[in-house]
């Protein structure tokens, strides 16, 4: 059963870093395209980042460019998302998601797997 686990969310103050991490397991996600997906409260879920596992090429959302990176680590089945200068914009529950098929760009629906999330709240 394929499961992902996100870790290290919490509270910060707007400007500073946080570091979320997904450890998946299961299988082996050598061909997998991931990504992580924000939800703040009363909006609708929204892509944040994506990797293609094999080739390490990403993709983000606009308004996280240049502040956000997601890496991943294939050999420990791993994918971080390195968030700095965070905005009180930023709040929200981050979810790891994973697409067998591997396809790019990565979208909310191509998703087959999902983690429980974890929750960001930047205070301004």
């Known amino acids: 059963q394929v499961q992902l686990v996100e870790s290290g969310g919490g509270l910060v103050q707007a400007g500073d870093s946080l570091r979320l991490s997904c450890a998946a397991s299961g299988r082996t996600f050598t061909t997998y395209s991931m990504a992580w997906f924000r939800q703040a409260p009363g909006k609708e879920r929204e892509f944040v980042a994506g990797?293609?596992?094999?080739?390490?090429?990403?993709w983000y959302k606009d308004s996280v460019k240049g502040r956000f990176t997601i890496s991943r680590d294939n050999a420990k089945n791993t994918v971080s998302l390195q968030m700095n200068s965070l905005k009180p914009e930023d709040t929200a529950v981050y979810s790891c998601?994973?697409?067998?098929?591997?396809?790019?760009?990565?979208?909310?629906?191509?998703?087959?797997?999902w983690g429980k999330g974890t929750l960001v709240t930047v205070s301004s």
């Open positions: 990797i293609k596992w094999s080739a390490g090429s990403t």
């Open positions: 998601a994973a697409d067998s098929a591997g396809n790019w760009p990565p979208h909310y629906y191509d998703m087959d797997y």
